[in-house]
């Protein structure tokens, strides 16, 4: 009857839950899709992403969230109130929300995540930044005075940290991830090909053949897309050496990021995280090669987390054991270590 703590990742692509003693319980692609005229919100989630790029003109399907942060806030209060229903049965209390944050996010936005986490039902938010959760998520001891350095890609957001002590020492957050690929993937296809493609036709064509570092054998994929020459439908094939070099732009900006948080950091951490190596997590850290091409860049072993894409949200519940220790509200660290 008491209620549960819940731990969410606020992904820009998707949102998981994690609810104290059960673990991840919902997996989702954060997107809403609404009736223009009345306003009724008709699916959220799975249901919802089918709708995209396909819908009639009365019926409106979005991404709320953009680039990490809330981009339409009653959407997004709209829809965390949906998936925090579909966890919670009856409760006498309202549930502690511990909910993760891109490490450069502005006040402004804390309080709008802040927000829509009370009028969801929390009865009280806490936020935590996506780095530390992605640390704790893949297994790493934050506590110690050892420095660990994370890679969390996700849809929207590239997050870059150093971590010590229990502590960011080091971070950067750049706006180049998962769709910025998508992205990158239509612009290419458009310009070598003369073919306008869909984002979800991006997205399948980044999972399947997408690398962003040669792989061992070449892979091709056929797809389907608009001839921009006659506007009628076109049937081709590419292979995954386009993709490297679709890739190479927004491959570049995350490597010269990486780079930007190294050059930052005490010497003395440097030399931990040569020891300890490189560690990444959420969805873009799957894209094929996106390992190997740190590491020849950096000279620093790199490997992926299992189960990259839970990582954050693992990391989020289990910080849900030390609730009580944190403080409720905005807790942009970068601005705090500013003000002492």
């Given at each position: 009857?008491?209620?549960?703590?819940?731990?969410?990742?606020l992904?820009?692509?998707?949102?998981?839950?994690y609810v104290?003693g059960?673990?991840?319980v919902?997996?989702?692609p954060?997107?809403?899709?609404?009736?223009?005229?009345t306003?009724?919100?008709?699916k959220v989630?799975?249901?919802?992403q089918?709708?995209?790029?396909?819908?009639?003109?009365n019926?409106?399907?979005?991404?709320?969230?953009?680039e990490?942060v809330?981009?339409?806030?009653?959407?997004?209060?709209?829809m965390l109130?949906?998936f925090?229903?579909k966890?919670?049965?009856?409760r006498?209390?309202?549930?502690?929300?511990?909910?993760?944050?891109?490490?450069?996010?502005?006040e402004?936005?804390?309080r709008?995540?802040?927000?829509?986490?009370i009028?969801?039902g929390?009865?009280r938010?806490?936020l935590?930044?996506e780095?530390?959760?992605?640390?704790?998520?893949?297994?790493?001891?934050i506590?110690?005075?050892?420095g660990?350095?994370?890679?969390?890609i996700?849809?929207?957001?590239?997050?870059?940290?150093?971590?010590?002590l229990?502590?960011?020492?080091?971070?950067?957050?750049?706006?180049?991830?998962?769709?910025?690929?998508?992205?990158?993937i239509v612009?290419?296809?458009r310009?070598?090909?003369?073919v306008?493609i869909?984002?979800?036709t991006?997205?399948?064509?980044?999972?399947?053949i997408?690398?962003?570092f040669?792989?061992p054998?070449?892979?091709?994929?056929?797809?389907?897309?608009?001839?921009?020459?006659?506007?009628?439908?076109?049937v081709?094939?590419?292979?995954?050496?386009e993709?490297?070099?679709?890739?190479?732009?927004?491959?570049?900006?995350?490597?010269e990021a990486?780079h930007?948080?190294?050059?930052?950091?005490?010497?003395?951490l440097?030399?931990d995280?040569?020891t300890?190596?490189?560690v990444?997590?959420?969805g873009g850290?799957?894209?094929?090669?996106?390992?190997?091409?740190?590491?020849?860049?950096?000279?620093i072993?790199?490997?992926?987390?299992d189960?990259?894409i839970s990582?954050v949200?693992?990391?989020?519940?289990?910080?849900?054991e030390?609730?009580s220790?944190?403080?409720?509200g905005?807790?942009?660290?970068?601005?705090?270590?500013?003000m002492?």
């Open positions: 009857m008491f209620s549960k703590d819940i731990g969410i990742d992904g820009t692509a998707s949102i998981l839950v104290a059960k673990g991840v919902l997996r989702e954060s997107v809403v899709a609404l009736h223009k005229d306003g009724k919100l008709l989630g799975t249901e919802a089918q709708m995209l790029g396909k819908t009639p003109g019926i409106v399907a979005i991404r709320p969230l953009r990490g809330i981009s339409d806030y009653d959407m997004t209060e709209r109130k949906e925090i229903r966890v919670t049965s009856f006498l209390f309202k549930p502690r929300i511990v909910i993760c944050v891109p490490s450069g996010i502005t402004v936005e804390e709008a995540v802040i927000d829509a986490g009028q969801a929390a009865r938010v806490y935590i930044e780095p530390v959760a992605a640390a704790i998520g893949a297994g790493i001891d506590t110690k005075p050892d660990h350095m994370i890679v969390d996700g849809g929207g957001t590239t997050d870059i940290a150093v971590i010590s229990s502590g960011i020492v080091e971070s950067t957050s750049i706006k180049i991830a998962g769709d910025q690929f998508d992205e990158a612009k290419y296809i310009r070598k090909h003369n306008l869909g984002d979800r991006a997205e399948e064509l980044k999972m399947k997408g690398c962003v040669p792989r054998e070449e892979e091709t994929m056929e797809i389907r897309g608009r001839c921009l020459m006659t506007g009628l439908p076109r081709f094939s590419v292979n995954s050496s993709m490297i070099e679709a890739f190479e732009e927004p491959a570049t900006r995350i490597l990486i930007g948080v190294l050059e930052r950091t005490p010497p003395e440097v030399a995280i040569a300890n190596g490189i990444m997590t959420g850290s799957l894209l094929w090669g996106f390992d190997k091409l740190i590491e020849s860049h950096t000279g072993e790199t490997h992926v987390a189960d990259a990582c949200a693992y990391g989020t519940g289990k910080s849900l030390s609730v220790d944190m403080q409720d905005t807790i942009n660290l970068s601005r705090r270590k500013q002492n």
